[in-house]
């Protein structure tokens, strides 16, 4: 008898899902500082953009959530 691969098991089906994870991560950081009317610089942006730790983006997340300046994402990294 053979297994079934189901898709959603496949380790491809899981890179995918984590990196729609990641990439809806720095979607958020962006609009809840875009929500506060939080100006984001460029150079900000493409930090958010560029990090593929979903770890990191989460304690980002939560900076954001009472940051002043996009730039108080990053203190202490």
Not at 6 to 28: C, K, N, S, T
């Amino acid at each position: 008898m053979t297994a079934i691969q189901y898709f959603w098991r496949h380790p491809l089906a899981e890179q995918v899902r984590e990196e729609g994870r990641i990439e809806d991560r720095r979607e958020m950081i962006l609009r809840i500082l875009e929500w506060r009317s939080v100006p984001v610089t460029d150079a900000v942006r493409e930090r958010v953009n560029a990090c593929a730790d979903l770890d990191q983006l989460e304690v980002w997340a939560q900076r954001a959530v009472h940051a002043t300046d996009a730039a108080e994402l990053f203190a202490g990294d």
